[in-house]
């Protein structure tokens, strides 16, 4: 078949605003490309631009007030609990502060023109937006405008580029801003030069704009008494800007640094920085590629012809695009590469793109799922360098959670609750429901699955094996025994302990979100100490005493959990270690299927009435009005694939791209952005294609009737191999393995074998 797919996002008219806009981003730093004619406008992210101070929200005194919690849930004292939370645990101030905007580049043409045919595309090979534009200018013969932008990491700097063609000249005027704190400076010749530092925080910031013209004239102006000062353009042929920013998080000498970097750039020159930055961004990008075989039908339109948008409402409208799914996954790639590239801190629940001063949620590092979903297809599709910042960033969280842990629960290890920051805030803040301490165990297991597709030991001892030992010693110090007469009794329990973010049905007929024992808890746990038994297996290899000791002690707490249980009352599996009365049977979080995935203690052939349990919680959500976001049905997408049931999991992706899918491709939480999320979508579609059930990796385990003929390259499987993959109507054509680094062999299962 051939293999085409369409690699851009491309609109036939100028953004109207930031969420209409197409991002560029280096990992550090980005922009919203909104390629305006007269007015283009640009909001300007760099990465560490966070209000707040380092432990603002927290606490030394919680110890005493999760004692008097403790025996209130195991005595069935449901009614005092959130307020001794919220009095004797969550700080005076609940938020810290939000990730900001930097500013705001502005460029004005001062002749006001009028466009006759317009393109503006995102090329997701080069990691390039262009803008082209026709029309009549002051000469009276018709002309033609062209712009690009991208953000260089070899450079550090975004780049743009203005040309225009025939008698046309290009009078631009070059502005940036920020709504507050901070003030813009011309200290050289064509540079502009914003300072400042965030409003109730310590981050110092700078970014800086550095025009090269070609043709005509250019001065610094004022356009009146204090106004900041603009450049001004008159009469170029083509222009040039380079822009970089900086903070004092991780640059002492920030202002400096940004002048270096335009400076460098420039002298390089634009075309030269311009092939550099497609050469490092392609190395990355062209490493996978899907797509699918259209369903030819009469009516069908060339989706060729289709504007993004187009297609997106087209597919609203009941209509067949399949490569918009593959688009999706391609899309979210370049997203990832473009806010999460290693020394850079990991990509938040606006993945590094943030038009306002104080962002919805604050655009932090929500652990409770956002964060980790954020990372899930990370590694199959071929960017695990893009999970190193979660690795980094978690080095900090660590020092930070050893505090917390002992601060509030006399325990060892580290510990991260629902919701951090920039400074790594462990404590628990903001509402009752962020005092959840499974943060950290939870993304443990993503340093366990770098290693499992990489088999890199030297991560594995070095960085990975310490961060995760250290939360499991947090959990086997929180973990408590179930006292007599309780459900439960005798295993070994989490306490506090709450399924987020739900609530259920107290005896008395009250709700309440706190109890003991929440099934999500024994499943991050047993997840967690199980990849620990087999790091210490695998690094034991050269060491046969290699933490013996502590093996043993997993060994016998993993005795002692609680099992995943089946309810009685719905024969799905049961949220809570009682069989309570859920308050919202169709609330949006699926938290006590984390075993089925992200990990893999549920499987179809293991664990049967499991999984038949796990689709009956799924069927049982779903018809109880579903409050579904575009991050859940990403997850509920994973899900439907771990059972095998592909039209399910195609359903999922249809009602986020039907429901919640922003003219840019964005997906929507509760009105506002969370683009991190949207890495459901490429995981769910990797689970359709290929599953690893601990031992054997399966190939097309859930694919829909509707892809049933497509192609994959460079799909990454555990156990260090990478695949090319044709199948024609269910079936595999062709298969070819890369052997990069095969450090354990695994079947591979084709569809029809066992």
């Known amino acids: 078949m051939k293999k085409t797919t369409q690699k851009n996002l491309w609109f036939r008219r100028p953004a109207e605003g930031w969420i209409e806009g197409l991002p560029i981003g280096n990992g550090r730093m980005g922009a919203m490309v909104e390629g305006g004619i007269n007015r283009d406008h640009m909001y300007l992210n760099e990465e560490s631009v966070w209000a707040g101070y380092p432990g603002e929200s927290t606490r030394t005194d919680g110890a005493q007030a999760m004692k008097k919690i403790r025996e209130c849930l195991f005595a069935g004292d449901y009614e005092p609990v959130e307020e001794l939370v919220m009095t004797g645990i969550m700080p005076k101030k609940r938020w810290f502060g939000s990730y900001q905007v930097l500013g705001e580049l502005e460029i004005r043409s001062l002749k006001t023109l009028e466009y006759i045919e317009y393109e503006r595309n995102l090329d997701l090979d080069t990691g390039t937006v262009e803008v082209r534009y026709t029309g009549t200018g002051e000469q009276g013969t018709e002309a033609q405008w062209e712009k690009e932008y991208f953000a260089s990491s070899p450079r550090q700097v975004i780049g743009i580029h203005y040309t225009c063609s025939g008698q046309e000249t290009l009078d631009l005027e070059i502005g940036l801003s920020r709504e507050e704190g901070a003030k813009v400076t011309s200290p050289k010749e064509g540079c502009l030069l914003l300072s400042g530092q965030c409003k109730d ?162 655009s932090d590092y929500h652990a409770n799922i956002n964060l980790e979903m954020n990372y899930w297809p990370v590694e199959g599709y071929h960017l695990g360098e893009c999970h190193q910042p979660l690795f980094d960033w978690l080095q900090k969280v660590k020092e930070s ?27 628990p803040c903001a509402v009752p429901a962020g005092l959840w301490p499974m943060g950290g165990a939870w993304l443990a297991r993503h340093l366990y699955e770098h290693y499992l597709y990489t088999g890199d030991r030297d991560f594995l001892r070095e960085q990975a094996y310490p961060l995760m030992k250290g939360a499991a010693v947090f959990i086997l110090d929180f973990l408590t025994p179930a006292p007599e007469g309780v459900d439960g009794a005798g295993y070994l329990v989490t306490n506090p302990s709450h399924s987020p973010e739900n609530r259920f049905y107290t005896k008395s ?175 769910a579609v990797l689970e359709m294609l290929v599953q690893f059930d601990g031992e054997k990796n399966i190939l097309l385990p859930a694919l829909p009737r509707q892809w049933q003929t497509g192609w994959v390259r460079g799909l990454r499987l555990i156990g ?17 393995l890369h052997r990069e680094k095969e450090y354990r062999k695994y079947p591979l299962i084709k569809p029809g074998e066992g």
């Open 201 to 362: 925080g310590i981050v110092r910031f700078a970014g800086m704009v550095k025009a090269v013209f070609h043709g005509g004239t250019m001065k610094v102006f004022q356009v009146r008494q204090k106004a900041p000062p603009v450049l001004r353009i008159h009469g170029a042929r083509s222009v040039e800007l380079y822009v970089s920013a900086r903070t004092d998080y991780n640059c002492a000498s920030y202002e400096a640094q940004c002048e270096k970097d335009v400076e460098a750039a420039a002298a390089l020159g634009y075309e030269a920085v311009k092939q550099e930055h497609i050469r490092e961004y392609s190395g990355y990008y062209s490493r996978f590629d899907i797509g699918f075989e259209e369903q030819e039908s009469q009516d069908q339109e060339n989706v060729k012809n289709l504007t993004t948008y187009q297609r997106l409402k087209r597919l609203r409208n009941g209509g067949k695009d399949e490569n918009f799914y593959a688009l999706m996954v391609n899309y979210h790639r370049y997203i990832l590469l473009s806010s999460s590239r290693p020394g850079c801190l990991p990509s938040n629940l606006q993945g590094l793109w943030n038009h306002q001063i104080f962002a919805p949620w604050e």
């Open 401 to 427: 959670g050893e505090k917390t842990a002992r601060d509030y629960y006399g325990a060892r290890g580290w510990v991260l609750h629902h919701a951090s920051n920039l400074f790594a805030h462990t404590a």
């Open 509 to 683: 007929g009250k709700t309440t979100t706190f109890t003991y024992g929440a099934t999500m808890d024994f499943e991050i746990i047993r997840d967690l100490f199980l990849s620990c038994l087999d790091t210490i297996a695998c690094l034991g290899q050269e060491d046969e005493g290699f933490e013996k000791e502590f093996a043993g002690r997993l060994a016998a707490a993993l005795k002692r959990l609680p099992p995943v249980c089946i309810s009685p009352r719905t024969e799905g599996i049961q949220e809570w270690i009682g069989d309570y009365k859920e308050a919202d049977p169709g609330h949006r979080h699926i938290s006590h299927l984390y075993g089925l995935y992200p990990a893999r203690l549920i499987t179809r052939e293991k664990t049967p009435n499991l999984a038949q349990a796990a689709q009956e919680t799924l069927e049982r959500k779903l018809s109880n009005n579903y409050d579904g976001q575009g991050w859940s049905y990403g997850w509920i997408g994973c899900l439907w694939a771990r059972l095998g049931e592909g039209e399910r999991a195609y359903e999922a992706l249809s009602k986020i791209v039907k429901n919640h899918a922003q003219h840019n491709l964005f997906l929507e939480a509760h009105g506002n952005p969370q683009v991190g999320d949207a890495q459901g979508i490429p995981a």
């Open 720 to 736: 260090g191999l990478v695949i090319d993959m044709d199948w024609e109507k269910g079936k595999i054509k062709s298969l070819t």
